[in-house]
Structure formats: C-alpha cells, structure tokens
C-alpha cells in the first residue's frame, strides 16, 4: 500500500483552481498597494507644485509691492535735482545756504573712470573747503555706465550711496571716496553687494536693518533712473548748458574745462587755481 497515494485528477484541478485563486489575490492585493503608492506619490507631487506654485504667486506679489513703493520713494537729506550739498564740518546743507557760499557742482558716475582721475587727486582738498566752509561741494551720483560692468556696479554703487545719504548722511563724503577707490575696471564685474556693504561698514556706517534693506531691494533704483534722465535733459545747477558727460564740474557756475587732458583733468593744483580765479568776493 502506497503512504503517498497519487491525487486524483480532480483534486489536482482543485488545486490548480486554489492556487490561481491565491495569484490573482496576491496580484490584486500588489496592484491595490501599487494604485495607493502610485495616488500618494502623486499626492505629494501636486502638493509640491501647488505649495511651490503658490510660494512664486506670493513672492512675485511681495516683490512687485516692493517695487512698486520703492519706485515712489525719494532719499532723504538731497536736493530737489538730485544733489548731496556738503558743507561745513562735512554735514548736509540747504540749498539756500550753498548760495551763501562758494559752491562746486560735481556730476559723476561710479563707473566713470575719467570722473575718478579727477576725485583721486582733488578729495582731499575739496574736503578742506567744504569742512572749513570756504565752499559746499554739490555731488550729483548719476547712472549710465551700467554698460561698462559686468554686474551693473553704477547703478549699484549710486543706491548704497543714496542709502547712506538718506540716514546716514554725514558718512558720504567718505563713502564716496571709498566707492572710487573700489572702481573696477571697465566691463568687469565690480564689488557684490555683500563687497558693496564692506565698503561701507569700513569707511564709519552702521550697517543696520535700514542700510541692509536699501542695499538689497535696489530701493532707488527708479529714482536714480530719474534723475540721470533729468541731468541730460535740463542745465546743470548753476549753469547754463546740459551736462553732456561725466565728470562735469562748476565753480560757482563756471564750467571747468580741462580742454580734453587727462593730465589736466587730475592735477589739483590746476583746480585749486581754477577755484581760485572764480572765487566769490567777500
């Protein structure tokens, strides 16, 4: 007698029937987990889009509200053209005031390499005149040479200036030496604004929330366009002729010619007679 008797054909067919049986579940057991793996992944995926898509909408909206209060401010502690007068003891004057006085007129731009062969030399002694009195030296920070950097240092340099102009003015005078000092070279990248923020931190600002935020968002990035339009557009203040380039420097409304020499142009001694000659009487 067999101990392990042969199933007979219709056992085999019922096992055959229970192990398909057993297949199909574990098939749709796999596709059910699959279709929950497949609907979750999917689930996270629009999550994502519609968080990132959402964060984009609300950045974009943050940063169009921005700009759009910024292009409406104006910094303080300037000229109605656009001017930062100094004067006695370098500290910001009226405009009615800078009549009293002698009164230099500077229209510049950081990327300009001409205007800094004329500021290199003559900074120190137009910080003599202005500190003791003899003068107020109007600076008018303009910006066109965008072009000449490879990451736009004119318009950049000009608004850190204006920011320290606006709450930290009697810092300027030294913030724009030092922003001439750091001039790059024409079409090369100039200082980041992280280098920018240095400049200014070692030269006496306080860098503080208010100059970090006006650095950062450009904050008169639409004034600065404005008053560099105006400048070509309507005579320079106290003259009587459009300012056609940089630099572009009056004494007491006498347009200093420096008949094309850069030579010229960066002797302080040619300067100080040219200041000299068209001094006002006491």
């Not at 909206?61 to 656009?82: C, F, H, L």
């Not at 001039?183 to 990248?189: G, L, R």
Request: net charge neutral.
């Amino acid at each position: 007698m067999s101990l392990n008797p042969r199933p007979t054909r219709s056992e085999q067919r019922e096992a055959a029937r229970a192990k398909a049986r057993e297949l199909r579940e574990q098939r749709a057991k796999g596709e059910s987990r699959r279709r929950v793996l497949i609907f979750s992944v999917i689930s996270i995926l629009v999550a994502v889009v519609i968080a990132g898509v959402s964060w984009a909408v609300i950045s974009f909206s943050e940063d169009s509200k921005i700009k759009a209060e910024n292009a409406k401010k104006v910094p303080a502690n300037i000229s109605t053209q656009g001017g930062i007068l100094i004067g006695k003891d370098l500290q910001i004057v009226s405009e009615a005031e800078a009549r009293k006085t002698n009164h230099i007129v500077i229209y510049q731009d950081y990327q300009c390499p001409i205007c800094q062969v004329f500021e290199s030399p003559n900074a120190a002694q137009l910080r003599t005149w202005a500190g003791s009195g003899l003068a107020v030296v109007e600076i008018h920070p303009i910006s066109f040479l965008d072009g000449a950097s490879l990451n736009n240092y004119s318009s950049r340099a000009t608004n850190a200036a204006l920011c320290v102009v606006n709450s930290q003015p009697e810092k300027f005078f030294d913030v724009n030496t030092a922003l001439y000092a750091n001039q790059p070279a024409e079409n090369t990248s100039g200082p980041s604004d992280a280098q920018l923020k240095d400049t200014l931190k070692y030269n006496g600002v306080t860098m503080d929330d208010e100059m970090n935020t006006c650095i950062d968002q450009k904050r008169y990035e639409t004034y600065i366009n404005n008053i560099t339009a105006a400048s070509f557009q309507e005579n320079a203040v106290t003259g009587n002729t459009k300012v056609g380039g940089t630099p572009h420097i009056l004494v007491n409304g006498n347009l200093y010619d420096w008949e094309g020499s850069l030579a010229n142009l960066g002797n302080p001694g040619r300067f100080s007679q040219f200041f000299t000659v068209h001094q006002k009487s006491n």
